[in-house]
């Protein structure tokens, strides 16, 4: 998994996602487990992104932690820190996600509208709070106003005008 073009926002989000996958004793990094990093960054635009399309938040954390509490555990050991197939897929296709902007480096952004992009459980749950693809493509040219991200750290820009 290269990281090399993720803005440090996005980095922090995918070691986030890892570190939660340890913490909960998973055999691998899952979709549910990028999204529960999405939901718990403060700082970022994902929370005003959802608002925006009248995503119920409580909701989705709601039937996330559900999620999460279904994922295998393992029975001591260290936690294989793999990505499963679902989650790699959600990094490979932020690729396809960055030209739909003009951007050169991977926001946390392009990792939500990744996540709607695969199909299983997580995409699921986002769909089924009202999430669409269209609808958070529009709200994040909204919120950025024509820029776009050429620097690992240019998002913080737009994320000061919310």
Not at 7 to 22: G, M, N, R, S, W
Not at 68 to 85: C, D, M, T, V
Not at 102 to 124: A, C, M, R, W, Y
């Amino acid at each position: 998994m290269n990281l090399n073009n993720f803005t440090i926002k996005a980095q922090e989000i995918v070691q986030q996602a890892q570190q939660l996958a340890f913490s909960d004793q998973s055999p691998n990094i899952e979709t549910a487990h990028f999204l529960k990093a999405l939901l718990n960054d403060t700082d970022g635009p994902i929370s005003y992104l959802l608002k925006k399309n009248n995503v119920n938040i409580s909701f989705v954390e709601n039937k996330l932690q559900d999620q999460l509490k279904r994922l295998p555990k393992l029975q001591g050991g260290e936690p294989a820190q793999n990505i499963s197939r679902e989650a790699n897929n959600v990094i490979l296709h932020t690729a396809n996600v960055l030209k739909t902007f003009g951007d050169e480096f991977v926001t946390p952004e392009h990792l939500l509208i990744s996540l709607l992009q695969v199909n299983d459980d997580t995409s699921k749950l986002l769909k089924d709070a009202g999430l669409t693809e269209k609808g958070l493509i529009a709200a994040i040219k909204e919120l950025r106003k024509g820029s776009t991200v050429s620097s690992q750290t240019s998002e913080q820009q737009y994320n000061s005008l919310q």
